[in-house]
């Protein structure tokens, strides 16, 4: 955005592996000398992990979707005034873990509230920054979900992060088509990348195609 390309975004469902892939493309930029700034939705800010407690403890239960929405929207317009801009307008490489993509495809998608409200909400908490380039790790709901109920059952009760885990399977499967559709709407910004493989399998395919859009930003 600021410098051709410098706000990338990970996206994808409940255990897709994603949070792993931020560490290991920051590490990737990081060795050929780029500045990077990693985050997170919900949190990133003092404010926001504090939300962040708020909507996925399974406590929240009682939550209605648009109590949701704009929590997450809060969330979203402070790490956006602390973080990602001020990031990017320094020139640094801004990747987030999350962003305007999950509240389309979980509140928008998968809780059916209606997608042109959420895209305008979208655009005045985000400041109409956009990624650059997302990445939508995909995979098959009923693998994620053992996979993020292995690393939730691995974690004491009171800190456990589960509320969107405890969802039924067709919600999963709904946000993750809810990604998919983005991606045909939007393919230059949001690569698929299939999730059902190792590690770094998954890196290699992420910093080809990061190496590949660094090479172009430059002319």
Sequence with gaps: MYNNFSFITFEGIEGCGKTTQVVLLKGYLEAKGYKVITTREPG?????????????????????????IFLYEACR???????????LEHGRIVICDRYIDSTTAYQGYGKGLDLESVH???????????????FAIDLKPE?????????????KTTEREDRFEREGIEF??????????MAEKEPERIKVVDGDRDIDSIHREICGIVAKKLETAKG
């Design 143 to 155: 693998v994620g979900l053992k996979r993020a109920w292995a690393r939730i059952n691995n974690i």
């Design 44 to 68: 990133g800010t003092e404010l926001g992990e504090k939300i962040r407690q708020i909507l996925l403890n399974s406590n929240s239960e009682n939550i209605t979707s648009w109590t949701e």
């Design 77 to 87: 317009a402070q790490i956006v005034k602390e973080i990602i801009k001020p990031a």
């Design 172 to 181: 999963h499967k709904q946000v993750r088509e809810g990604y998919l559709k």
């Design 120 to 134: 305008r909400i979208n655009s005045l908490a985000s400041q109409g920054i956009t990624p650059d380039l997302t």
